[in-house]
């Protein structure tokens, strides 16, 4: 059964329905890509539940923010992370390196030894990055609820949308609380909150849930 979910969204004051692509439809679009660079550089933002400016752009990831450790007899990439719209607060994201659980870290982690520690590991612009997801994503669809007096309406996918989608994934099919998907995604603490002092030392709360066979 694929992993997927439905959302009833009011568009033009009528409710239609729609499936968000499964999780097997967004990896087989990514993997389709061409380019090496593009690729990796959409896995590791889907994975990480990432911004696509804390991952491509002059304030990417470098080749020095991988680190390889293990964790309770499983093998483990860290991918530290600068969050975007913060006062320099960073993230540790991390995967399992075992492929049943994680085929893409494998990847991700080859491509990153061929980085230079001081050297962005994609140094591409965030415009490329999200003008080829276009094109990767075309006929995918995401939905954007209501705010202000917009309507909540669907949009085409795109790498916003791929922050979303991961964030859905990790709470529906890995059984992530809200406190993991924060301490995954970076997005923000409430004010006061000690745990987003720590967050760099939390990436092992979640770490087990993710030892799950991918969805299909």
Known sequence: RHFSFVFIVAVNSEADTYTLPTSREIRERIDSSNK???RNCLRL????????????????????NLQLTSHEGHPVAVFTIKVAKTKGRVKAAALPMEPQYEPWASSLVEYFKRIQPNQ???????????RDSHELFKGLY????????????????CTHGLRHLRATELSMYYGFDELDVKIMS??????????????HLHW??????????LPT
């Open 45 to 64: 933002q889907f994975l990480t539940a990432s911004r696509i400016s804390e991952i491509a752009g002059p304030k990417g990831i470098q080749g020095r």
């Open 120 to 130: 962005l590991a994609f140094d591409l612009s965030t415009t490329m990055v999200s």
């Open 36 to 38: 090496e660079r593009t």
């Open 204 to 213: 092992s709360r979640y770490l087990s849930k993710l030892l799950k066979p």
């Open 142 to 157: 995401y939905p954007i609820e209501e705010y202000g007096d917009v309507a909540g309406h669907w949009r085409p996918l």
């Open 186 to 199: 970076g997005w923000k603490f409430p004010a006061g909150q000690v745990a987003s002092r720590y967050v």
